[in-house]
């Protein structure tokens, strides 16, 4: 289980480093990431100004819990959940815990 869940810890940095490569290309708004390896958190988020307005918000935010990838924040247009697949995570381990039970019962994802 361990070594799954190490894989799954590099599988994860990798696809948010991914984005943030992809999302950074303005130079007032700074794409931070956040790994919590000890607690198995990892964060993208937002920071900075853009035409006047403050920019702050987490885009990603992707616990492990129980050798499974839990989705809890996707503020992706496509959803982080299609990269995860195509680096290998299997379907039956991601949550889209932002999603409610019942709605998680309906999607080809784990339920939790």
């Known amino acids: 289980m361990d070594s799954l869940k190490s894989h799954y810890r590099e599988v994860v940095e990798k696809v948010l480093q991914d ?3 992809f999302l950074d290309s303005d130079d007032q708004v700074q ?3 956040v790994f919590d390896r ?3 958190r990892y964060l993208l988020v937002e920071a ?7 920019i702050y918000g987490t885009v990603l935010h992707i616990d492990l819990i129980d050798s499974k ?12 959940a299609v990269e995860l697949v195509a680096a290998g995570v299997p379907k039956e381990h991601i ?3 932002f999603r409610s039970l ?5 999607t080809e ?3 939790g």
Request: charged fraction near 30%; glycine fraction near 12%; charge should be negative.
């Open 95 to 97: 949550v889209l815990g």
């Open 31 to 33: 794409v931070e990431l």
């Open 69 to 80: 990838v839990w989705i809890q924040h996707d503020g992706t247009e496509e959803g982080i």
């Open 48 to 54: 900075g100004w853009q035409n006047g307005y403050r």
């Open 19 to 21: 984005y943030a490569k």
């Open 102 to 106: 019942e709605q998680r019962k309906h």
């Open 38 to 40: 000890e607690r198995d």
């Open 109 to 111: 994802f784990a339920i």
